[in-house]
């Protein structure tokens, strides 16, 4: 696919869903009082981890309320964390990651969250998704953030054929101008969320479907089979 096909595949979604969403939060109002930096983001995107969205808001909310600076949750114990953050799943090891990241944060590196991909992969729970969404969201750097969302509606859509999230995003990156890097998981994972759902894809309803692989063979159906990759 040409770079100018993804970026009028992007322009649609944008018009759609305006601002787009990070873990945690979306632009339909919910969670409006997090704000969108680094400390937050990072926090909402660990908890964000093999669960779902829904689950993810639940449980930022509890620790933001709880502990509403990096400094706090460092000192945190880590078994209260952990039932806070028990909505996202996985409690004891979320919880442990949350706490240990922070304090290495405030530690090592002065309470602020770094900006480089290979620092922020040092830190516990942090992947390439993770780093990416922060660098993303929180400090305006391009980045191609591939969630579960992302990686399968690029497949769904033709966009790249891979099979694992890393892939996806180096894929993404090859095919699409690096000023539009960021805009990929803002507006897919809405479009996952709303339209393009794991198992019930409403095609009939989608503004990208002739310029989609998928939507192009279920034009006449408002819905198409759930399809996951």
């Known amino acids: 696919m040409a770079s100018d096909e993804i970026c009028v595949i992007l322009d649609r979604l944008s018009g759609e869903y305006d601002k787009?969403?990070?873990?945690?939060?979306?632009?339909?109002?919910?969670?409006p009082e997090w704000p969108c930096d680094p400390f937050h983001v990072l926090m909402a995107t660990i908890l964000s981890q093999r669960t779902r969205d829904d689950n993810t808001r639940r449980a930022s909310d509890n620790l933001f309320h709880a502990y509403g600076t990096l400094e706090a949750i460092?000192?945190?114990?880590?078994?209260?964390?952990a039932e806070l953050v028990r909505p996202a799943g996985?409690?004891?090891q979320k919880g442990r990651a949350i706490v240990d990241c922070c304090r290495i944060l405030r530690d090592e590196y002065g309470g602020e969250v770094p900006s480089e991909t290979e620092e922020l992969l040092k830190l516990p729970m942090v992947g390439r998704k993770t780093a990416a969404c922060v660098r993303s969201y929180a400090m305006d750097i391009p980045s191609v953030c591939v969630d579960t969302h992302v990686h399968r509606i690029a497949n769904l859509m033709g966009l790249v054929d891979t099979t694992t999230p890393e892939a996806t995003e180096f894929a993404l990156m090859a095919i699409t101008p690096?000023?539009?890097?960021?805009?990929?998981?803002?507006?897919?994972?809405?479009?996952?969320?709303?339209?393009?759902?794991?198992?019930?894809q409403?095609?009939?309803?989608?503004?990208?479907?002739?310029?989609c692989e998928y939507g192009l063979t279920h034009r006449s159906s408002g819905t198409g089979p759930g399809i996951v990759h």
Not at 178 to 197: K, T
Not at 202 to 211: A, D, I, Q, S
């Open 74 to 81: 460092a000192d945190a114990d880590p078994d209260h964390v």
């Open 178 to 200: 690096e000023e539009r890097w960021s805009d990929i998981n803002r507006y897919m994972v809405r479009h996952g969320q709303v339209v393009c759902l794991p198992n019930r």
């Open 202 to 211: 409403r095609c009939g309803e989608c503004v990208v479907r002739e310029l």
């Open 20 to 31: 787009g969403a990070y873990p945690g939060r979306n632009s339909e109002g919910l969670n």
């Open 90 to 92: 996985f409690p004891k």
